[in-house]
């Protein structure tokens, strides 16, 4: 069954440091999302991504972040300058070429600290 | 903006018996998905009700949907250990794609 994969699945980082997470999306997908999980805390939407472009993004993904499918199968988040409050989990998903209504399908994640 | 709401926070049952969690939701939705997290691994997509339906069954899994009061249930029948795990309501909304999550409700299910 296709899923979506990630890496790493943990990374470390110093703050001030640029980190790039990986995603594979499924490969008949179009629309593709980052989101987010502080531990404990909610999963939260910072961007989507369809026909190479933002669609839509939330407060979160400032100046710092960036999104980029610089190939046909990879879609990866930049953030340029870690900061402690970055560190969390951070999932991928994508879903098919119907459009965004319809079920999203997660990576494993990528467990982001930042010291 | 919070949408998604879930009760309870918490649920422990015994194995055998079923599982019953509900989330609130505060705007219009285009449809409700319900997601599975196991402790600190990936989310995994359970069932997706559109706005336009009001009971959904996928194996042991039952979700119904009440626009009017803006709230869904996730029902968990026969429940097995396996099943332990975070239960999370995402909501999209017609006007944009995003997933918007509520805090999710913790099961375990005691053997």
């Known amino acids: 069954e296709p899923e979506v994969t990630q890496t790493p699945s943990h990374q470390v980082t110093q703050m001030g440091q640029e980190v790039i997470l990986r995603c594979v999306p499924i490969s008949n997908h179009l629309y593709f999302y980052w989101y987010r999980q502080i531990l404990g805390q909610k999963v939260e939407f910072l961007v989507s991504f369809y026909n190479n472009e933002i669609s839509e993004k939330s407060e979160i993904f400032d100046d710092q972040f960036s999104v980029e499918r610089p190939d046909g199968s990879n879609f990866t988040l930049k953030i340029r300058s870690t900061k402690l409050e970055d560190s969390a989990m951070y999932f991928c998903?994508?879903?098919?070429?119907?459009?965004?209504?319809?079920?999203?399908?997660f990576g494993p994640g990528t467990r982001l600290t930042v010291l | 903006s919070q949408q998604g709401e879930e009760d309870p926070q918490a649920l422990s049952i015994q194995e055998g018996e079923n599982a019953t969690m509900n989330c609130s939701y505060k705007?219009?939705?285009?449809?409700l998905q319900w997601y599975r997290q196991n402790s600190g691994r990936g989310l995994v997509h359970l069932i997706l009700i559109r706005s336009n339906e009001r009971e959904k069954h996928s194996g042991r899994l039952r979700v119904t949907l009440d626009t009017s009061k803006k709230s869904s249930s996730l029902l968990i029948t026969a429940s097995r250990a396996a099943d332990t795990a975070s239960y999370f309501c995402a909501t999209i909304m017609d006007s944009n794609y995003q997933l918007i999550w509520g805090a999710g409700t913790k099961l375990i299910i005691k053997p």
């Open positions: 998903a994508s879903s098919e070429v119907a459009g965004g209504y319809n079920e999203q399908f």
């Open positions: 705007t219009s939705i285009n449809n």
